[in-house]
């Protein structure tokens, strides 16, 4: 039976799913009340009429992240389960059937000094709970003191609105990891063009550039796994602590359904604290605009037969200038070679030992962007 009541367990309301129970197209199930709250969360600005919502919008599966795409009647248009209801009402029927299970008794957290003292109060000084007798004559005399019931409404506030901080920076996160898939289809999908464009040029004259034409792809497919696997690793990264995020929302809200102030009191501090550090994302790197561009990958064949050996992805802007000089100079000493009878040979004869040196230089051109 406790099997049987852990499957029964709202991964929300972290409580037996209360009817109507709706099963998402992942097979997971959810509370209405708690999905229509999700819901609501994942989609603020979505507008809404008594309640219920007047057009489609989505929101995530809480227990396998799945994307759930509603119609018009929202959470009111996913149906319900209805073999789940009838499970909850036979358990409740069996447990009612079973001898009653005894009466939880509140305890109230006794002070570690004072043991025959409850905690009442609260050192607003040190930040703790504590007892009378600490302040009366313990550590805490000096201290400036209030009732638990003031600084437990204070901290709950702010655990509340920390854990919605929370949730709208998990939903942030989700939205750049999405930006980041997108990005690495994206680069895909741009070097497979660049690719198809170096193969379309190499193939007029394929029988002398085949070996040139491997050369060539092998530069943007580098590129693209060097820019991939950095996307994916940052994919990695965010998605580390968009779970870390969602441990610690589902910490503060256990503690928001804790009942005894003490308690809640103890736990709230470290709580916040992870909170906060949760809900920053400084130490996270971002890919800048225009990253999974391969458009710097150019080709344009306007060279002879005899120069082909030396052909080359078009450089950079800042790389042109130096192109030109190179090949001003390279103009003035075929000039030169054309006045000897068999020069002009050995200048063509010499010129296939420059490309290996362009090759093994350009690739550190793309591999600039993931540094920055």
Do not use: W
């Not at 996913?78 to 409740?92: G, H, T, W």
């Not at 437990?152 to 999405?178: C, F, H, P, W």
């Amino acid at each position: 039976m406790d099997n049987l009541e852990k499957q029964l367990i709202c991964p929300i309301c972290l409580e037996m799913f209360t009817k109507p129970v709706v099963i998402l197209p992942c097979q997971h199930n959810l509370c209405r009340k708690c999905a229509n709250d999700v819901f609501q969360a994942s989609n603020p600005y979505l507008p809404t009429r008594s309640g219920s919502l007047t057009s489609g919008g989505r929101f995530r599966c809480p227990s396998c992240r799945h994307e759930v795409i509603l119609d018009r009647h929202g959470v009111y248009g996913l149906q319900r389960n209805l073999l789940v209801e009838n499970i909850i009402d036979m358990f409740k029927q069996e447990s009612s059937s079973s001898k009653p299970a005894p009466e939880k008794k509140e305890e109230t957290p006794m002070c570690d000094i004072h043991e025959d003292e409850k905690i009442n109060i609260y050192c607003v000084t040190h930040g703790v709970p504590t007892c009378s007798m600490c302040k009366v004559f313990g550590a805490h005399k000096d201290c400036e003191v209030a009732p638990l019931s003031s600084i437990y409404q204070t901290k709950k506030t702010e655990l509340s609105d920390g854990i919605a901080m929370v949730v709208g920076n998990n939903d942030r996160m989700q939205g750049i990891i999405s930006q980041l898939e997108e990005a690495c289809r994206a680069i895909e999908e741009n070097s497979r063009r660049q690719k198809t464009l170096v193969c379309e040029k190499f193939d007029h004259l394929y029988s002398i550039l085949e070996e040139k034409k491997r050369e060539m792809s092998q530069k943007v497919t580098g590129e693209q796994e060097e820019k991939v696997n950095y996307i994916r690793g940052l994919t990695r990264k965010y998605g580390d602590h968009l779970e870390e995020s969602c441990k610690i929302l589902e910490m503060g809200i256990q503690t928001m359904d804790e009942p005894e102030m003490a308690l809640f009191l103890q736990n709230t501090k470290p709580l916040l604290k992870k909170i906060e550090e949760a809900s920053s994302a400084a130490h996270l790197d971002k890919v800048e605009l225009g990253y999974e561009s391969m458009d710097h990958y150019k080709v344009d064949f306007k060279k002879e037969g005899k120069a082909l050996r030396s052909i080359d992805f078009i450089q950079d802007d800042e790389d042109e200038d130096e192109e030109d000089e190179a090949a001003g100079a390279g103009a003035e000493e075929g000039e030169g070679s054309q006045t000897v009878p068999g020069g002009a040979v050995s200048a063509t004869s010499a010129q296939p030992s420059a490309p290996p040196q362009q090759m093994s230089s350009s690739p550190s051109a793309p591999t600039s962007t993931p540094s920055t």
